[in-house]
C-alpha cells in the first residue's frame, strides 16, 4: 500500500514520522565555513597603533569629581511684607576649576582624608561657605563656567567676584576683577573705593580716592565717617583742613598789580578781580598734584 506525503510550498522536505533528522555535527563542513562571514584585513598603520605604546596628556586628561557647597540663608531685600529671605541653597559643581585656580581649595582637597565620608562629596556633607552671599558664589561659578563668553558684567558682579577671589586666594581671578573694576572706577564712589581697598590689600586705590576726597567741597558725612573708621576719618579732616592752607596762602601771594581804575586803595572790585587771576592760576592738575602731595604726608603714602 502506498501513501503520498503532503507538499508545503516553503518546505523543501519533511521527513516522514518516526524519522529523526541527522545530526547538526554530520552537516556539512563546507557549508558551514562558507556562512560564517570572513576576517577583515587589518591594515599595517592599524596594526601599528594598536601595539604602539598610549601615554594620558598630563595636561587634558581629566579625573574630575563633582564637589558640593552650601551657602546659608541670606536677606535679599525688603518688601511690604518685610525683609525677602533667601533659603541657604546647595551647589554641586566641578573641583577642578577649584582645585585649578585656588590655593585654599587646592589644599583643601589635596590633604589625605580618612575613613569617614569626605567632606564635599554628597549633598548631605557639603562644604559650608560662611559669610560668601548666593551673589559672591554665582558671580565666581558664572566666571568659571562662562567667562569666556560673558562680558557684560556690571560693577557690583566684579566687586562680588573681588570679594570671593580675594577671601579663598583665586588670584588670577582676583587681578582680572581688579582690572575691570578700575575700568570703571569712576562709577565707584571714593569712600567704597577705600572701604574695598582696605578689605582686600588693593593699596594702590588709596592715594586717587583719598585725593578726590580732600578736593571736593563737600566735608566727609557721618555714614562715610563711619564706613571708613574713625582713624581714616580724622587723618582725611587733617588732610583736608591742609588743602585749605596751602590754598589760603596761595591766595596771599603777591600777583601781578591789578591798578583800580577809579584810583582807589583797596578797592573791592579790584581785590575781586585779585582772587580771579590767583584762582585762575591753579589749574585742575596742579590741584590734584597738591592733593597727592598732602595725602602723602598726612597717610605715608
Known sequence: MSFALPWYPDRDFIEPDGVEPPPSDELDEDSTESQSPAAEP???????AKSEPII??????????????????SLTGQSDDGWIKRPATVYKVHQYFFVRDSEVFRDMFTCPTGEQTEEGRTEATAILLPGVSHHEIECLLS???????????YVGDWIALLSIASRYMFDGILSRAIREIELQHSSIV??????????????????????????????L?????EALGLPTAIRLAEAREKMLLKRIARLNQPVSKIVCPKGKEGCRCCEHAR??????????????QLAEHVVEEIFGL
Do not use: N
Not at 566666571?143 to 558684567?153: A, P, Q, R, V
Not at 558725612?221 to 565717617?225: D, L
Not at 580771579?276 to 590734584?288: I, P
Open 221 to 225: 558725612s557721618s555714614h562715610e565717617a
Open 275 to 288: 582772587q580771579r587771576e590767583v584762582t585762575k592760576s591753579a589749574t585742575a592738575e596742579e590741584e590734584k
Open 143 to 153: 566666571f568659571l563656567y562662562k567667562g569666556m563668553y560673558d562680558h557684560t558684567k
Open 56 to 73: 594620558r596628556s598630563a595636561e587634558y586628561f581629566f579625573e574630575d569629581q563633582f564637589v558640593f557647597f552650601r551657602v546659608v540663608a
Open 190 to 219: 571714593p569712600v567704597k573705593r577705600i572701604v574695598l581697598a582696605v578689605k582686600h590689600d588693593i593699596p594702590q586705590w588709596l592715594k586717587p580716592a583719598y585725593s578726590e576726597l580732600c578736593l571736593r567741597d563737600r566735608a
Open 42 to 48: 587589518t591594515s599595517p598603520v592599524e596594526e601599528e
